[in-house]
Structure formats: C-alpha cells, structure tokens
C-alpha cells in the first residue's frame, strides 16, 4: 500500500437490504483508496470483541473498528440470507462448523505440540462471507452481461464456487479477475471468448487431478483401518499414542490384551471414514464402517490395536451416535 499518494484498486460494491440481508444491487468499479490498515484474523477479532486495552486504542483503529463492526453486520446478515435460500450455502456453513468441531478435537495435538488449528473466529467470518458475496455478486453481474465466466471443477452455481481467494492463489482466479475487469470495467485487453474460458477450465481441471494424484499416493491403501495420519509426524504420533495408552490403562486395559476392547468417543473427519480421537487429537482410519460417515459425526470405537513405540493404531467402529 502506497500511504503517501493514490492506491489504486477494483472494488466490488454492493447495496445490502439491512432489514433481510438481501443483496439489492452490486457492481463492479476501479477505484482508488485511502492506504488500508493491516490486521491478522486475532487482532481484527480482538477489536471486535473489546478486547484492546483503551491506552492502546488509537483513533484508526477506533475506525477501524466502526467499519469492521457494520461489515460484519451486513455481510452476516446477507449470509443468514443465503443459508434460508440456497442449499448449498447451508451446507457449506454446515461443514465449517463441523471442521471447527473437529479442530478443537484435534487441538490437544496440535496445539500442544506447536502446530496450528483451524479457527473460525469473527475475523474469519468477515473475510470467509465477504468473498461468498464477492463471488455471488460478480457472478451475477457476469451472466447478466452474458459473459462466459472462467471456473474451474465443481465451481458451478450449485456448489457455491468462488471467482476469487485472498490473496489470489490460483490460475482460474487470475483468469476470473482478468475477465471482470475486461467485461464490467472495460480495462486489460478484449473479453475472453467462450472457447478462451474452456481452455482455462481445462487447465485448472489438469492441475486439480495432479494434485488429487499426488493425495492419493500418501494415501494408505489399505481398506482395513489402522492409517494414522502422517500430517502430526512420527514423534508427535508417539506422544500422542503413549497419552492414549495412559489413558486405557487408567480405565482397565491397555488396548494390546486379546480380551475386552475398550471403547473411545470419536469424531469423523469427513475424510474416507477417516476420525478423530477426542482429548488425544490423532486423525486414524476406521474400520467396520457400513456407508460412509459425516463430517463431524459422533462415534464410539473400539481400540484393535496399539503399539506407542512402532507407531501403530488400529480402531474399529464400534457404534454410530443415535
């Protein structure tokens, strides 16, 4: 940000019904703006929440705080909007409170052992339904121009797919950007052609199944259960296993006997029958699942086996919640 002369930008507005959270009207502009003010997800949240001492409170952040708090306002609202009438936004609400659900499962791992969990703070709210809107709106106004729109795999309309991230990460969303500005500003060259947004949607559609490809490789193939993930790493794995077997040894068994298995609360992922052990934090295969289990599902699962020196965890499904 230049903050002695003119940042230029291209801002997406949008008039937002402050009484239903509908989206009235929206359009596409290049602008200018004053220089921004830089925040993390915590400290953005802190501000909201009240949470900065007033001898720190400096008259920007104190606007900084205004803007932010009528931000959320509308853009919560229009989000609650979108969740009443779209599906697929309520799934996708669905899904980040599940994730945020199995984070905190997981955070006795993580956390502890100096990784980072997944939040969805106020912070993250803000971002995560501004770019919901920033999608939605600039979708519209492209089909209203009866533009072709460059998108990638599952981004249609029915998934919620998104024409850009913060900060742009992938090709398809350059292209996205490219052809907004092309069509609804009249700026960077002529418009993309239909044939133009195939071809991008052939390479985005070449680079996800590169990615996919290489997911599965570090995938265990075997269907019988037992693959912890390797994302903790190996020491970090240990611990976490020797914290278990503590664990079943204060409550009768030491999950390696032939006899009675002892049974633990877990949730799923989400991913390939894949769960979560509560309080330990270690993402693991499960085996005896008849279907496949929803994210953020309650289970009880028995331990197979457990072997804190060689890295080894089997579980097996013991009974879905009711």
């Known amino acids: 940000a230049n903050h002695s002369g003119v940042n230029r930008c291209v801002t997406l507005w949008a008039y937002i019904d402050e009484r239903t959270g509908k989206l009235l009207d929206a359009g596409l502009e290049r602008s200018v703006t004053s220089a921004p003010i830089p925040f993390t997800y915590s400290s953005a949240t802190s ?21 932010l708090a009528l931000a959320e306002r509308n853009l919560l609202l229009w989000s609650e909007q979108q969740r009443q009438t779209n599906d697929a936004a309520a799934r996708r609400h669905e899904r980040m ?74 090709y398809v969303d350059a292209m996205a950007q490219r052809q907004a500005l092309s069509v609804l500003c009249n700026y960077g060259g002529p418009p993309l052609t239909k044939k133009e947004c195939n071809v991008v949607y052939q390479a985005a559609a ?29 020491a ?23 006899g009675k298995k002892q049974v633990v609360r877990a949730l799923s992922t989400g991913r390939e029958n894949e769960v979560v052990l509560e309080g330990i934090g270690l993402t693991v295969k499960c085996a005896g699942v008849d279907g496949t289990l929803t994210k953020g599902e309650k289970v009880l699962v028995h331990i197979v086996k457990l072997d804190p020196v060689q890295g080894q965890l089997m579980v097996k499904l013991a009974s879905r919640a009711t």
């Open 47 to 67: 501000l909201l929440d009240g949470n900065i001492s007033p001898d720190k409170m400096t008259a920007e952040m104190q606007k900084a705080r205004s803007i």
């Open 97 to 170: 409170a599940a994730r945020q659900i199995i984070s905190d499962a997981t955070s006795p791992l993580d956390t502890k052992l100096g990784g980072k969990k997944f939040q969805y703070s106020r912070g993250h709210r803000i971002v995560d339904s501004a770019l919901d809107l920033y999608g939605y709106a600039l979708t519209n106004l492209l089909k209203r121009a009866k533009a072709p729109i460059p998108n990638a795999p599952g981004q249609g309309g029915d998934r919620r797919g998104r024409l850009g991230t913060a900060p742009l990460r992938r």
């Open 206 to 234: 070449k680079a996800s199944d590169a990615i996919k490809t290489v997911r599965s490789k570090k995938k265990d193939n075997s269907a019988n259960g037992g693959a912890i993930s390797q994302r903790h790493g190996r």
């Open 236 to 258: 970090n794995i240990q611990k976490a296993l020797q914290r278990l077997e503590g664990h079943l040894a204060r409550i009768g068994t030491d999950g390696r006997s032939s």
